[in-house]
């Protein structure tokens, strides 16, 4: 008789986790819309709260406000030559040579300084700034986990690391009024000419030395205290999906093509340092294996916990349900993003998705 109950307690537990992914994972004509956070324009004070303690500043009248360094930058875009943007490029390849080399395009590079058989660089990517380091032919990247209001000047010292410290020029910036797509957000400075002071000893704590540094894994909620955030046996640093351990099914396959679909022209699969990041509640979408791209699969739930900086967001692209056509031949996932929108139909056939993508409306 106590078999019996255990059979019984199993098929309702299966039965409740099936109910959910279905729930979660397929429109019922019941969907409600997403909730986002009216907008506000943030204070000065808490602006300077948010620093972070690892990150000290002064003022140096000296050096360009972050109004003068727009300026000079837009006037830059506006004189469009194709010798003269060719001719920037090439300096700039030449200038960050080393970095580029051991990092690859996961970075667009600040500055770069060469000591002994050392090299030391500041790199920006979707997450923020980074720290970049190479010793003893071996590079390693350090988010520097600074507030979403900090902004770098183009212009930087040309000796930036000395001992466990680095100097770097920039301001606190600000959203300065409500926008949306096609144009990025207005911003102004908050406080302006300053000199950051930012302790590396802080920077590259890596608790679990699995080469996240704990800034970063805390920024995008991996566990800095484990190597091996999902318990799948593969490191965060080279892991796919290191927040969910990969399933191999009929669903996790359609949102795992549909993921790679618009990176087939590229693999970025190696980029240590970059993600394809979206938001669902789907357990077939958590559980994803794409191969040209690595990814992060949050919860709903985690939308407004992450601190991105003051970029079109971390992540821009959205994926939504699966919706099935009346005679369940044809399944539907509408896609978006800061470029348009629209969705993909897949047939599964022969053990196989076939997919086409369409566009609905581009900005």
């Not at 060719?86 to 700039?92: C, V």
């Not at 959203?175 to 949306?180: L, P, Q, T, V």
């Not at 205290?225 to 396959?253: M, R, V």
Request: aromatic share 16%.
């Amino acid at each position: 008789m106590k078999s019996f109950y255990s059979s019984i307690l199993l098929i309702s537990l299966f039965s409740c986790k099936q109910y959910e992914i279905e729930k979660n994972c397929f429109e019922d004509g019941k969907e409600k819309d997403t909730k986002y956070k009216e907008f506000k324009i943030d204070t000065p004070e808490e602006i300077l709260k948010a620093n972070p303690s690892h990150v000290k500043f002064s003022i140096n009248k000296d050096l360009k406000t972050y109004e003068e360094e727009f300026n000079d930058e837009r006037k830059s875009m506006s004189d469009y030559d194709e010798n003269a943007w060719k001719k920037r490029t090439e300096e700039y390849n030449a200038k960050f040579g080393d970095l580029r080399k051991n990092f690859g395009e996961q970075f667009l590079y600040k500055n770069i300084q060469k000591e002994n058989n050392d090299t030391y660089g500041i790199g920006e990517n979707q997450f923020g700034y980074w720290f970049l380091e190479v010793k003893n032919n071996i590079p390693n990247a350090y988010y520097l986990g600074l507030s979403n209001f900090t902004h770098f000047n183009n212009n930087q010292p040309e000796n930036f690391v000395s001992g466990n410290k680095l100097l770097t020029y920039g301001s606190f910036i600000r959203i300065s009024e409500n926008w949306g797509y096609p144009f990025g957000p207005p911003k102004e400075a908050v406080k302006d000419q300053l000199v950051f002071e930012i302790d590396l000893d802080e920077v590259r704590k890596d608790s679990d030395k699995d080469r996240f540094n704990n800034l970063f894994e805390r920024l995008i909620l991996l566990n800095p205290n484990s190597a091996d955030t999902d318990n799948d046996g593969i490191s965060d640093f080279t892991d796919i999906n290191p927040l969910h351990k990969s399933e191999k099914s009929k669903f996790t396959d359609l949102y795992s093509q549909v993921v790679d679909h618009d990176y087939k022209s590229f693999d970025f699969s190696k980029n240590n340092y970059s993600f394809a990041g979206y938001f669902s509640d789907c357990d077939y979408f958590q559980k994803i294996k794409p191969t040209h791209v690595k990814v992060l699969v949050y919860p709903e739930k985690e939308r407004f916990n992450l601190k991105s900086d003051y970029k079109l967001n971390m992540f821009s692209q959205y994926l939504g349900k699966i919706k099935r056509d009346k005679d369940g031949k044809k399944f539907f996932i509408n896609y978006g993003s800061g470029e348009g929108g629209g969705f993909v139909e897949a047939i599964y056939q022969n053990g196989k998705w076939i997919l086409s993508k369409q566009s609905t409306h581009a900005i």
